[in-house]
């Protein structure tokens, strides 16, 4: 089976782990459904491999939903959906969208986007139980696409990482140290002896940047200010008026979504050198 008939017969719930999902289209109907887009990533259906993976969590209430896209360049366009916004601004910032330089562009065209649970509905309290049974499903796309690095932004993607033995830590673990920067974990063998570096970080939703991250922000102020700032210097980014454009917009650190997103930078730095460091030496 190859990645197209995998997704395929994900999307009307035709694979075995499908069968009992409660998500599963062939138990509900206006169920949501995305694929990774093509035009601004990977054009999986063509090529094989990724350099970078990145894993969120359903595709429910969001714009795949009404596109079946996963993209933050295309779903960044739509004025609610904050999550591709906020992604897209980390992207462009930390790992760079130069399109006049070939190489970055690359990053981009040679990155995929998945959900760990594969379909979506309003019913949170299935959710869970949803997550194992596509955790099958994730684990086939990793394989198949053998990416150098994966990205797991939040609790659902983290810990289906964890089930499937990617990475040793689960969510709860794997978050104490986030002011630090990305937890980041390696695997030297679970695919062919291929190496994968896995970045654990937040999701970009609205909630988590206006809410959630805001307080963890304030005790590490400065900290994480001086990490950002070491982080920029060491790394001779070519897109450095990107930085300096993403730190100018979200400069107020008394303002909770400025917090917020300048927390989720310091992971996305580290992201950022794993990302452009994978791609140069597979180039």
Known sequence: MNIIQLLEQAQIGDLDTCRECPLSPKRNTSIAFGTSCTDHGLDWRKESLANSIFIARDPA?????KTGRLCIVHNSENSTDKTAQNSFDLWKAAISLNTENSEASGYLKKHYWINSIMHGVTDKAI???ARKHCSKVLQAQIRMLRPKIVIAA???????????????RDWQAVRRNFH???????NSSWVDDKSISVYCTYHTSAGNVNRTIPPLYKPFADDIEQRIKKKVEANKLENQD???????????TSYAPHQGMRYLLNHWLDIGVGIRTAYKDAT
Do not use: C, R, W
């Open 61 to 65: 209430n969001t714009t795949p939903q």
């Open 242 to 252: 990107l930085i300096t454009a993403f730190l100018s917009k979200y400069h107020n």
């Open 180 to 186: 630090y920067g990305a937890y980041m974990e390696k």
């Open 127 to 129: 959710m869970e139980t």
């Open 154 to 168: 939040g609790t659902d993607a983290v810990n289906s990482l964890y089930d499937i033995g990617l990475i040793s």
